[in-house]
């Protein structure tokens, strides 16, 4: 039973990625991508990973979202996307998600429902995790902090509003 669980949380994680890679809208990749990691953090907790699927799900899924909220505040584009915005809620927009949402639902529910025990694997704990991240994988830890606050000062930069230069005799 397993073994069939993790082919259709495979079969979701494959399908949810080629669609977020063939979107041309950035909110409903963002979706399908969301929905990509929910499917590898069922696939980590069939595997008896219980501790890397809840980071999954906390930290990718989570963080995404937040980082893509984020973005979207600090570009402030006003009152031109309230159309757009109108059309990303329109019902067949999140017909696709939302099936795949249900069926790792369905998943996760029937897992439950037999006890949760996995065939595989072994239960890391999160001292396990931690100690590895700040023992041997400190120095990888720390380039990727590095990134993030590279991109985080890069998007702040491209989001902040460009003060328009003026000529010492008036002119713009």
């Known amino acids: 039973m397993t073994l ?5 949380a495979s079969a979701v994680a494959l399908f949810a990625t080629i669609m977020m890679i063939t979107r041309l809208n950035a909110v409903h990749g963002l979706l399908y991508l969301i929905l990509s990691l929910l499917a590898v953090g069922v696939i980590f907790f069939l595997m008896g990973a219980y501790f890397a699927a809840v ?7 989570g963080a995404i979202m937040v980082l893509f ?4 505040m600090m570009l402030n584009q006003g009152h031109k996307t309230i ?7 329109a019902p067949g927009t999140w017909m696709g998600p939302s099936l795949l949402a249900l069926i790792l639902f369905a998943e996760m529910v029937l897992i439950i429902a037999r006890g949760g025990s996995a065939e595989t694997g072994h239960a890391v704990s999160a001292s396990q995790v931690g100690m590895a991240l700040y023992g041997p994988y400190l120095i990888a ?3 990727a902090s590095i990134l993030l606050l590279a991109g985080l000062v890069g998007a702040y930069h491209l989001g902040k509003p460009r003060l328009k230069m003026s000529r010492p005799g008036g002119e713009p």
Do not use: C, P
Not at 83 to 89: G, I, V
């Open 4 to 8: 069939i669980l993790f082919y259709i």
């Open 55 to 61: 980071l999954e799900v906390i930290i990718y899924a």
């Open 69 to 72: 909220v984020f973005v979207i």
């Open 83 to 89: 159309a757009q915005e109108r059309a990303w809620l």
């Open 141 to 143: 830890v720390e380039l």
